[in-house]
């Protein structure tokens, strides 16, 4: 079983930044895909980025393209999302999530029904 915490969240200011992180533990996978998505009161959880665990192949949503930077600490078994420019619409809980794959593509990544672990949660609020 892969065990996922996520930590880093809180609240800031509009403009601010935080850097969400989602440490990685139990089992090691050889191959596997991590991404980050959201869901805001009343919202549908939603995606936010996806990367590769070899990190050769990112993904973001449009909305936050150029604000987020999705990477991971192999090393470290961690993966981040730093997240500038905050704006009120990015409240929302993150969660952080692994599929167990042999592959890459877009479509697989952004589909939250695509990955097998998901972690608790964190709250991003961001205040107008």
């Known amino acids: 079983q892969v065990q996922l915490a996520e930590s880093g969240g809180g609240l800031v200011q509009a403009g601010g930044s935080l850097r969400l992180s989602c440490a990685v533990s139990?089992?090691?996978?050889?191959?596997?895909?991590m991404g980050w998505f959201r869901q805001a009161p009343g919202k549908e959880r939603a995606f936010v980025a996806a990367i590769s665990w070899s990190g050769g192949d990112t993904d973001y949503a449009d909305s936050v393209n150029g604000r987020f930077t999705i990477s991971r600490d192999s090393a470290k078994n961690t993966m981040y999302l730093q997240m500038n420019s905050l704006e009120p619409e990015d409240t929302a809980v993150y969660y952080c999530?692994?599929?167990?794959?042999?592959?890459?593509?877009?479509?697989?990544?952004?589909?939250?029904?695509?990955?097998?672990?998901w972690g608790q949660g964190t709250q991003v609020t961001v205040s107008g």
């Open positions: 139990g089992r090691s996978f050889s191959t596997y895909i």
């Open positions: 999530a692994a599929a167990t794959t042999d592959f890459y593509y877009s479509g697989y990544a952004r589909s939250k029904e695509s990955y097998d672990y």
